[in-house]
């Protein structure tokens, strides 16, 4: 594998548990459902904290789909939307007006009785088509062995010393378009001065930085110390620490960005019942401490976070002030400008 091929190629994999001799509680006759997520330790804990408790309720197994980004997935959506062959799908709350947008997400019914935990999730973690189950703040991660004067900003990430040191997401990221108004930001324009944005990239790409696909390579660069900074999310400071690895996290003095992850029901499912009482387990307050377990995410709903440790409460949780100064930004603005933002993307990193 060359240095820098951080691609990593999944396949399709069923990863849940085998059927525990329950009889389907549901209308619509599955033996299975199909879900498209992300693969790596997402995919596996996903199936193990979610799909099995999912199957021994049900006696509905859960394959996953793990070989697709979050704008491909949308696209395999609509692509089979006459006869639609997933049940649900896993989004990040970039792309979540995109999906809404072309139309391939069913509404979530706050009514439905297999839906109980919806109301429990406050709204700005949700919307028609889409709820969150984790949340964490992307900010800047580096090596304090490797790194001589610990970053403050966003800004600092363009320091030459770091010159083929900084992992950063490559475009097909889930956060990867973030780094055109976090380039905006360093340059002390406003979040959406695109032409700021990516005048800053042109600059970062001249120092060669490492580009990942997917999280697990931002954390793997960190770990095996082929990278000394980077961007990442709070959360996954600590994952790279007990991986070995030294770490440490700022909250950059422009903010945070937030980070939502979560599910939705693909629009024409099959098995509509049995994806509502999925998407309930991944907001279950009895389940859903997992991600805190884990990941040191956030869990959405927030009797989920009541149930957890003061030492998890401490990790995933944000201080009044920096809870101020965490930045949502315009998807809605970001997801229209997209496909342009990914063209103009390959053009810089390619030499264009």
């Known amino acids: 594998m060359k240095r ?41 804990s996903m199936a193990k904290r979610v799909g099995e408790p999912f199957t021994a309720k049900t006696g509905i197994s ?14 395999k959506l609509k692509i089979s939307a006459g006869d639609q062959m997933y049940d649900l799908v896993q989004l990040h709350d970039g ?4 999906a809404e947008a072309q139309g391939v ?10 839906l109980s935990n919806l109301a429990a999730v406050p709204d700005r973690f949700k919307s028609d088509g889409w709820v969150a189950m984790i949340y ?24 030459e010393e770091y010159a083929g040191r900084i992992v950063l997401p490559d475009i097909n990221h889930s956060i990867g378009p973030y780094i055109v108004p976090i380039g905006a930001l360093a ?27 997917d999280t697990d390579s931002i954390m793997g660069a960190l770990t ?47 098995h509509l019942e049995a994806a509502e009482t999925y998407v309930n387990m991944t907001i279950d307050p009895d389940i859903q401490g997992w991600v805190a377990e884990v990941y040191n995410y956030a869990p ?28 949502a930004l315009d998807q809605d603005y970001m997801s229209q400008n997209r496909a342009d933002w990914t063209d103009r993307w390959n053009r810089i990193i390619a030499g264009g």
């Open 4 to 44: 820098r091929d951080f691609l990593k190629l999944a396949g399709s994999t069923a990863l849940a548990s085998p059927f525990l001799g329950a009889a389907p509680v549901f209308a619509q006759d599955a033996s299975s459902i199909s879900m498209m997520t992300w693969g790596g330790l997402w995919g596996s």
């Open 62 to 75: 859960v394959v996953q789909d793990t070989g697709s980004s979050p704008v491909e997935r949308i696209t």
């Open 95 to 98: 792309v979540v007006p995109l």
């Open 105 to 114: 997400l069913e509404t979530l019914d706050p009514a439905s009785p297999r």
């Open 136 to 159: 964490s703040a992307l900010g800047i991660i580096y090596n304090p062995d490797m790194v001589k004067t610990p970053p403050t900003s966003f800004a600092d990430l363009w320091n």
């Open 187 to 213: 340059a002390g324009k406003d979040l959406k001065d695109a032409d700021a944005g990516f005048e800053k990239l042109r600059e970062l790409a001249a120092l060669d930085p490492i580009w990942a696909r």
């Open 224 to 270: 095996s110390g082929e990278a000394a900074i980077g961007l990442l999310y709070k959360s996954q400071t600590y994952t790279v620490r007990e991986k070995g690895a030294k770490a440490e996290w700022v909250f950059p003095k422009e903010g945070a960005i937030a980070y939502m992850s979560g599910t939705s029901i693909a629009k024409g499912s099959k």
């Open 300 to 327: 959405t709903n927030p009797q989920a976070l009541a149930k957890l440790s003061p030492e998890l409460q401490e990790r995933v949780q944000f201080t009044p002030e920096q809870n101020d100064r965490i930045i």
